[in-house]
């Protein structure tokens, strides 16, 4: 005779289907792994067969050519750097300000709900819209011309959004206790966020920045639509100037029908990995600088 | 009626309690407050609060959770209205003026209130920069280590940390971290400490010693601390407050009084149930 309890309790799995289940689900987490890995090592291949061979300083120093030998990267190079160093500024500034304002001033009710909403739909339009608006506002109504600036304008536009919601995610993990010990001592809002929270939020804020980043130096259609131009045969010494960049000059190179510039585009391709990497770089030694001191 | 020693308290804590009144004859208020109501949106969370809270004494709220112990005291340095939907009707005054009043700035008045929070919550910083904010903050120039030594070893945390000021004050033990937190609120040099139950994350021991300190420290500071802790109420304090939930689940003021009447001699039948522990 089984006791009631016994009855009425489900039959518990067996062990060994539970272990089972367990080292299936692990299988499939390293598959997953995996093929991420797989294809980014087969790309970096194909890309180093191609480009080694043409990658050199001299590609680096010189400027493009209709003869692929003598073609090189310098202005498109060039152009990322001005075009990344003021997207980073303008986005940086615009979109931590943003999450500031959301997160630690502004009252809930319908409009910043609204603000929020369009936020978040924002992150999803594509580039080439942007490329579109920045074309239509930045070169021609505020008459900046094909400009580096007009570029970076544009792409701190595009990249707003994922910077914003990663700075309120920062923000929103900073312990409102935190804020409430600043507040008891005697300092305003602005000084609780400025010197206390915002620097406990700063390593997820930079986190969200580098995806940003990452994303803005690798896109090719809204340069285009504002007018980066194929074939710039000086190095940009002012915003104002006329630029291209280096995924431009990539697409620009396999466009061509000559074989040999393929060779180039990869080479292009090693550069501009570099260049992300080297961001990178920089972005993470500052989180780690902010999240050395350890967390709660 | 109670009996004289129902909570088996130490009896030398109860006596020193009992006998310390007596340093001045008359204390002298320094917060009144009148008819205070606080609200959290519609809900009112406290009804008809008035009592007069005295200068350098250790004033003690207790009562059952959730009757409003808290906001009670977040009210005082104007922390409730942080709370989303936290106002309130009535007075507060702080040294004859309330706080409540037109031209009362509240950042200005949380520099004189400090305030230590339930939960030891230093900033992710270095043990000095936590005791030098409220200095930075508010403007304090001056010999900044050695203010920030002072309050370091009046929150009797000095020798323990003298040679590790430049490392985070989260590697410091919780007890420790209360009393960095007591050191950065005493900084400011602020006239009173409001304390939410400054012992409810802590062990026994590192309870005494805050417990210790806030005796200490109610020589020159006025002390209003939170607790659910009866026994620790009757240690430190010299006045108890207790607060009850109506049926509107309002907190009301049940019996305020010199600790060693509220314990041993409570006037009302609920206060000498909950002393009693007959509910909580």
């Excluded at chain 1, 080297?278 to 500052?286: E, F, G, K, P, R």
Aim: glycine content about 6%; some cysteine; overall charge neutral.
């Amino acid at each position: 005779m089984i006791p009631a309890i016994a009855r009425d309790r489900p039959i518990p799995m067996s062990r060994t289907v539970r272990k089972a289940r367990g080292t299936a689900f692990i299988l499939l987490a390293i598959l997953a792994t995996s093929l991420g890995m797989v294809a980014l090592a087969a790309l970096l291949l194909d890309v180093l067969r191609d480009g080694i061979g043409v990658l050199s300083l001299e590609f680096i120093n010189s400027f493009p050519h209709y003869q692929a030998e003598k073609a090189g990267a310098k202005s498109a190079l060039a152009g990322t750097l001005w075009v990344m160093s003021l997207t980073a500024v303008f986005a940086m500034v615009a979109g931590v300000g943003a999450a500031i304002y959301l997160e630690e001033f502004a009252v809930r009710n319908w409009f910043t709900r609204i603000v929020e909403i369009n936020i978040n739909n924002l992150a999803g339009v594509p580039s080439v819209v942007y490329g579109l608006l920045g074309l239509a506002i930045f070169v021609y109504w505020m008459g900046l011309g094909r400009s580096v600036l007009a570029g970076a304008l544009t792409l701190a536009l595009l990249i707003l959004p994922i910077i914003v919601v990663a700075a309120r995610e920062g923000l929103r993990s900073v312990p409102p206790t935190i804020r409430e010990a600043a507040m008891a001592l005697g300092s305003t809002r602005w000084q609780a966020v400025r010197f206390q929270v915002l620097p406990a939020a700063m390593p997820t804020i930079l986190t969200g920045f580098i995806l940003a980043l990452a994303r803005a130096v690798g896109e090719t259609a809204p340069l285009i639509a504002i007018g980066a131009f194929t074939t710039v045969l000086f190095v940009p010494t002012t915003p104002t100037d006329s630029f291209t960049v280096l995924p431009v000059q990539i697409y620009s190179w396999i466009s061509k029908p000559l074989p040999e510039f393929r060779e180039n585009a990869a080479a292009g391709i090693i550069v501009l990995l570099v260049v992300l990497m080297l961001m990178n770089a920089v972005a993470i030694t500052l989180r780690n600088i902010y999240s050395r001191r350890s967390r709660w | 009626m109670v009996t004289e020693n129902f909570l088996n308290l130490p009896q030398t804590t109860t006596a020193e309690a009992a006998v310390e009144p007596a340093r001045d004859a008359t204390p002298e208020s320094v917060i009144d407050v009148r008819e205070l109501q606080a609200y959290y949106g519609e809900n009112r969370a406290l009804k008809d609060i008035s009592l007069s809270l005295y200068s350098r004494r250790v004033s003690a709220i207790i009562g059952p959770s959730g009757c409003g112990k808290s906001t009670l005291v977040r009210c005082l340095n104007r922390m409730h209205e942080m709370s989303s939907g936290g106002h309130v009707k009535g007075e507060v005054l702080y040294q004859g003026e309330n706080i409540y009043g037109a031209g009362v700035d509240p950042v200005e008045l949380r520099s004189r209130i400090g305030m230590v929070f339930q939960k030891p919550n230093p900033f992710p910083k270095s043990i000095f920069e936590n005791v030098a904010f409220g200095l930075k903050v508010n403007g304090i120039s001056g010999n900044t280590s050695e203010r920030v030594e002072r309050s370091l070893r009046r929150a009797a945390l000095w020798d323990e940390v003298k040679d590790r000021l430049k490392q985070s004050a989260l590697q410091l033990s919780g007890g420790q971290q209360q009393r960095l937190c007591i050191a950065r609120a005493l900084a400011v040099e602020p006239e009173v400490i409001l304390m939410d139950e400054p012992c409810s994350a802590l062990d026994p021991m590192a309870t005494l010693a805050v417990e210790e300190l806030i005796r200490e420290l109610s020589q020159e500071v006025t002390i209003i601390i939170v607790t659910h802790n009866m026994q620790q109420a009757a240690r430190v304090s010299h006045h108890t407050a207790f607060l009850m939930m109506d049926q509107d689940k309002a907190g009301y003021l049940v019996e305020y009084g010199p600790t060693s009447e509220v314990f041993t001699n409570p006037k009302s039948e609920h206060t000498e149930a909950y002393i009693t522990g007959r509910f909580s």
